[in-house]
């Protein structure tokens, strides 16, 4: 059995529950790099919920021209307008060239779901001013600090039952 790719490595850093909530708050736009066309998938169904819940997504995929009703770019130098979080569904070896784009696009914010883990990659986009977060999903994050998932008691961090912003 092989290790988790993120096992062993200090991700505290990248993980701080505030940052998540700030990012989550303060975000309205996403572009889901690698986001699929297949409903089976992840990327798809994470894409799918962030709509869902009010935020724009931008698809950003080479080999696709739409996805959940949107047009789907080829990368994110591409993309039309503000990006406010750059959602990632690659491989950890893509981070480095989609933190490059990611800082020259302006996104505020960098989000690698799970498995997603290239240190050096998320130090580059920290040290450019943009707030990354490491091996979180974000739909799992936004149900617990923004959905209901709260009220089933997960730890949450917070002890309220308040839902208006960052606790």
């Given at each position: 059995m092989t290790a988790a790719p993120s096992a062993g490595l200090d991700l505290a850093p990248y993980q701080d529950p505030t940052e998540i909530q700030r990012v989550l708050h303060r975000s309205r736009t996403i572009a889901v790099v690698g986001l699929s066309k297949n409903e089976l998938r992840a990327s798809h169904f994470v894409g799918y919920y962030l709509l869902r819940h009010g935020y724009r997504v931008i698809p950003v995929n080479p080999r696709e021209s739409e996805i959940l009703g949107e047009?789907?770019?080829?990368?994110?130098?591409?993309?039309?307008?503000?990006?406010?979080?750059?959602?990632?569904?690659?491989?950890?070896?893509?981070l480095p060239a989609i933190?490059?784009?990611?800082?020259?696009?302006?996104?505020?914010?960098?989000?690698?779901?799970?498995?997603?883990?290239?240190?050096?990659?998320?130090?580059?986009?920290?040290?450019?001013?943009?707030?990354?977060?490491v091996d979180r999903c974000i739909k799992i994050e936004h149900a617990r600090y923004i959905g209901r998932m709260h009220w089933l008691g997960f730890n949450t961090s917070r002890i309220t039952s308040v839902r208006g912003g960052i606790q």
């Open positions: 047009t789907c770019y080829p990368s994110l130098t591409d993309v039309p307008g503000p990006v406010d979080v750059v959602n990632v569904f690659r491989a950890p070896e893509a933190v490059d784009e990611t800082i020259a696009i302006g996104a505020s914010a960098l989000w690698c779901q799970f498995g997603v883990v290239n240190l050096d990659a998320a130090r580059t986009a920290t040290d450019a001013g943009i707030s990354a977060i």
